[in-house]
Nanobody, 122 residues
Framework: QVQLAESGGGLVQAGGSLRLSCAASGSDFSINAMGWYRQAPGKQRELVAAITSGGSINYGDSVKGRFTISRDNAKNTVYLQMNSLKPEDTAFYYC????????????????WGQGTQVTVPS
């Protein structure tokens, strides 16, 4: 019922910036939270940033002060502004949404996008 469409990944030099977008589409759903996770080869998936429907924001320790998450509720879209990029930011970035379907508001469901590659050469 829910699809996530990601865009904005690519290759950027160290110190540069990228802006990722993720739009949720479908019918009969409400979003509890949306955010971004990333996974580099040989490493576990980690939280980058997430924002709840109430506006609470959590950042991973490694990106605090450099990345900013924001949302456009009317478009069911979240953005990740990535500044001062470092080689260690190189990873596959996945959009995530926690949603409620229909009137079943006591249970939430997790949806993941296909992911987008971010590469920062050293």
């Amino acid at each position: 019922q829910v699809q996530l469409a990601e865009s904005g990944g690519g290759l950027v030099q160290a110190g540069g910036s990228l802006r990722l977008s993720c739009a949720a589409s479908g019918s009969d759903f409400s979003i509890n939270a949306m955010g971004w996770y990333r996974q580099a080869p040989g490493k576990q998936r980690e939280l980058v940033a997430a924002i709840t429907s109430g506006g609470s924001i959590n950042y991973g320790d490694s990106v605090k002060g450099r990345f900013t998450i924001s949302r456009d509720n009317a478009k069911n879209t979240v953005y990740l502004q990535m500044n001062s990029l470092k080689p260690e930011d190189t990873a596959f970035y996945y959009c995530h949404a926690e949603v409620v379907l229909g009137f079943d508001y006591l249970r939430s469901y997790d949806y993941w996008g296909q992911g987008t590659q971010v590469t920062v050469p050293s």
